[in-house]
């Protein structure tokens, strides 16, 4: 069976700083790029960074450059993103899903996310002002 679950979330300050998660089972982890999304209330889901499958590229939003910090470790099955300097703009749920053909060396292919292959359940991040 496959899995993606995130976790990490939590209400934090602004300014403050969270390390989410995403634990993988039931697929050949290191052949698949990662994810991470989010979504407001009323808002559309936004690609909010990708790793590639060995972890040499990685791409990021507008939003997050220079805040948040994607990684993994294919040993542990493991994809997180730690996210500083947090403004009630990055309130959100935050997901991750996996796909083969998700983001590489060439670009950020579909940074929507449209037709991953696998999706986790997500994980509420809140930040106060």
């Known amino acids: 069976e496959v899995q993606l679950q995130a976790s990490g979330g939590g209400l934090v300050q602004a300014g403050g700083s969270l390390r989410l998660s995403c634990a993988a089972s039931?697929?050949?982890?290191?052949?698949?790029?990662i994810g991470w999304f989010r979504q407001a209330p009323g808002k559309e889901r936004e690609g909010v960074s990708c790793?590639?499958?060995?972890?040499?590229?990685?791409y990021y939003t507008d939003s997050v450059k220079g805040r948040f910090t994607i990684s993994r470790d294919n040993a542990k099955n493991t994809v997180f993103l730690q996210m500083n300097s947090l403004s009630p703009e990055d309130a959100a749920v935050y997901y991750c899903?996996?796909?083969?053909?998700?983001?590489?060396?060439?670009?950020?292919?579909?940074?929507?996310?449209?037709?991953?292959?696998?999706w986790g359940k997500g994980t509420q991040v809140t930040v106060s002002s």
């Open positions: 790793i590639s499958s060995g972890g040499g590229s990685t």
């Open positions: 039931g697929f050949t982890f290191d052949d698949y790029d």
């Open positions: 899903a996996a796909d083969p053909h998700y983001c590489s060396a060439y670009g950020w292919i579909n940074p929507q996310g449209y037709d991953m292959s696998y």
